[in-house]
């Protein structure tokens, strides 16, 4: 692993972390700065968002409908075991499990899969296809579609060991 790839990894997981403080903040504003301008967003393979503002649009429209903002009600997303792979200089994939505590304490879990494309010097989202794999039954985030379990290997599989192997690392 070079440097170039470990500021690439940097980079991803940096906007990784603006979605989810700007999200948690209901911030929604500050997603201008994490989606493409042509990026979708994928919810459960069953809703998807086409263009920027259509996602800053519809995410919004969401939180206010479960009372982002009310007296109470809080959340916070914890990202962990993020695998991130640099394909080239200009596009990467990743895959980010996460779990979510809200006033109800762990409220729900599920995963990102990511495709990232540089613009200038910043990673952007250009596909997140997020899949919400479980929640408790008074999660008022249960307004999303029907939970998916992504347990499929293949669609896990994002090339992680291809890029090392190329890298001369393992």
């Known amino acids: 692993m070079d440097l170039e790839m470990l500021v690439a990894r940097e980079g991803i997981r940096y906007t990784a972390s603006i979605y989810n403080q700007a999200v948690d903040r209901g911030a929604y504003e500050d997603l201008a700065v994490v989606f493409a301008e042509d990026s979708e967003m994928i919810i459960s393979d069953s809703i998807s968002f086409k263009g920027r503002q259509v996602i800053i649009d519809s995410l919004s429209a969401g939180a206010k ?59 952007l989202i250009k596909t997140r296809r997020a899949n919400m794999e479980w929640a408790r039954p008074e999660s008022r985030f249960n307004a999303f579609p029907s939970h998916k379990h992504v347990s499929d290997s293949v669609a896990l599989d994002l090339g992680f060991l291809d890029t090392e192997r190329r890298c001369g690392v393992v």
């Open 65 to 123: 409908k479960r009372g982002v903002g009310k007296p109470g009600n809080f959340q916070r997303h914890s990202l962990g075991n993020s695998m991130i792979n640099v394909l080239d200089a200009n596009s990467a994939k990743a895959v980010h499990f996460i779990m979510v505590m809200t006033e109800l304490g762990f409220d729900h879990s599920g995963i990102y899969i990511d495709d990232f494309v540089k613009v200038g010097a910043r990673w």
